[in-house]
């Protein structure tokens, strides 16, 4: 009869190797599903999203505003990504949040409340009047910046001093009713205003506080700045094209383009995409793969896809996405039908 310490080193060895290892789960149903055995199949998409994904979570009422992820109940935030922090805000309207460093600010609107975790007020600013409403915001180290009028505006953390932060105006192409993104890469912010199909892009040096890239028309909201290259979306319906910028040579390329198209985003390495047929991943040299699994789109936090499946939401590096799907499909092609 096997004694303890047997079954205390295979449960060991199970851990180490495939019953613990998701890369190694899905090579081995791959493994099984090509050798004819096609229950295996089923198995795969759960293999293949633990094989891509760090960490899961509940997407019932899941939040994501690109840097953290969250859950909301009234005044109570709960941030489950990068970090877990229970955050209260001030202001039951506010609708936007940024959290960074201790550093916590809320949008309304009609008022931005920047905060230290400790609820002592650093900094209340309230918008002119209800037609240059406050549309977005983004914490920067010591500085917040924020969008009003179509101008940028810096509040300095340690003063509390408020600034104009560029003389030049970034406005939409459809005044009226729009809404503005802020992101930051590096020394770089990316500023796009606008609405259903129609972007002003730009993008702004926060060393020299000059914009290099100004209002160059988009057609989503959807955009990704990587060192000196912008990618975004241009084109229209049936006709949508993938665009790389070099933001210092301000020449542009065509990456990919898309004769349907539902829903895309962007991240490092690669983009993720859906249209009538699935979800799909093209890499920016332009190759694409359809992943057959029944994934959703569900956003990005801090550069990562967010991908729904079942009743969770994945965080997922996306360049890894492409390339396990371009591996599984060399070894079960059957699984692929594009």
């Keep these: 009869m096997p004694s303890m310490r047997f079954f205390s080193l295979l449960a060991i060895t199970c851990v180490i190797t495939s019953c613990g290892n998701p890369e190694k789960k899905l090579q081995s ?9 096609k229950s295996a199949a089923e198995k795969i998409s759960g293999a293949f999203i633990n094989a891509v994904s760090e960490v899961g979570f509940s997407s019932d009422g899941l939040i994501s505003n690109e840097r953290i992820l969250y859950y909301r109940s009234d005044t109570n935030m709960s941030v489950v990504y990068p970090e877990k922090k229970k955050l209260v805000m001030d202001n039951i309207d506010s609708s936007a949040f940024e959290y960074e460093n201790g550093v916590f600010a ?11 975790l400790n609820r002592s007020i650093k900094k209340e600013i309230e918008a002119e009047n209800d037609k240059t409403p406050i549309r977005s915001m983004l ?4 500085t ?18 408020k600034d104009l932060y560029l003389k030049n105006d970034f406005p939409a192409p459809y005044p009226k009713y729009y809404s503005v993104k802020l992101t930051r890469s590096e020394k770089k ?19 020299s506080k000059s914009a290099p890239i100004k209002n160059i028309p988009a057609s989503s909201s ?30 542009k390329t065509v990456v990919s383009r898309f ?7 962007l991240y490092g390495g690669c983009c993720l995409f859906e249209n009538t047929r699935g979800l799909w991943s093209c890499n920016y040299e332009g190759k694409k793969i359809i992943i057959p699994f029944g994934y959703q789109l569900f956003g990005k936090v801090n550069g990562k896809a967010l991908l729904k499946y079942g009743s969770r939401v994945y965080i997922a590096d996306a360049g890894q996405v492409f390339e396990k799907a371009v591996q599984l499909k060399e070894k079960v092609p059957g699984l692929f039908s594009e």
């Design 106 to 116: 809320e949008n309304s609107g009609r008022f931005l409340m920047i905060n230290d």
């Design 144 to 161: 917040v910046i924020y969008y009003s009028g179509a101008r940028l505006y810096s509040v300095d953390l340690a003063s509390g001093k």
């Design 222 to 251: 959807k955009m990704l700045l990587q060192g000196k290259y912008l990618y975004y979306i241009a084109g229209g319906t049936a006709a949508w094209e993938l665009v790389k910028m070099d933001t210092s040579a301000r020449t």
């Design 259 to 265: 004769n349907d198209l539902s829903d895309i985003e």
């Design 139 to 142: 914490i920067a180290g010591d």
């Design 29 to 37: 149903l791959a493994e099984k599903y090509a050798a004819g055995d």
């Design 189 to 207: 912010i990316c500023l796009l205003a606008g609405s259903a199909g129609s972007y002003n892009l730009s993008v702004i040096d926060t060393d």
